[in-house]
């Protein structure tokens, strides 16, 4: 199992830049992809930005030089994961709840674990 906590989120401007922290901790060296989601008001979840083991990275159209996910390795250890997204440019579209989702593969499929959610607003 595998457990993931999101911070970061918060009220910033439209222009302006926040750096959104999931740290996972369990069995991590399952992982295989880490990714950020958001869910608007009224809207599906939809994939913002993922990493793999290997660290390639795909972004959704809409964030694509705009933001950048990373691991730490520095930051993390044998128990702890860290991701982070780094959304600079922001829009007011991009107002959401960012969940941080992580995937691993098991006997019978794909395991699958989300956080509680951080939310972003940014203003005008």
């Known amino acids: 199992q595998v457990q993931l906590a999101e911070s970061g989120g918060g009220l910033v401007q439209a222009g302006g830049s926040l750096r959104l922290s999931c740290v996972a901790s369990?069995?991590?060296?399952?992982?295989?992809?880490m990714g950020w989601y958001r869910q608007a008001p009224g809207k599906q979840r939809e994939l913002v930005a993922a990493i793999v083991r290997s660290g390639s990275t795909n972004y959704a159209d809409s964030v694509k030089g705009r933001f950048t996910i990373s691991r730490d390795n520095a930051e993390s250890t044998m128990y702890l994961q860290m991701t982070y997204l780094e959304m600079n440019s922001l829009k007011l579209e991009d107002t959401a709840v960012y969940y941080c989702?992580?995937?691993?593969?098991?006997?019978w499929g794909t395991g699958n674990s989300w956080g509680q959610g951080t939310q972003v607003t940014v203003s005008s």
């Open positions: 369990g069995t991590i060296s399952s992982i295989r992809t």
């Open positions: 989702n992580a995937r691993w593969p098991t006997s």
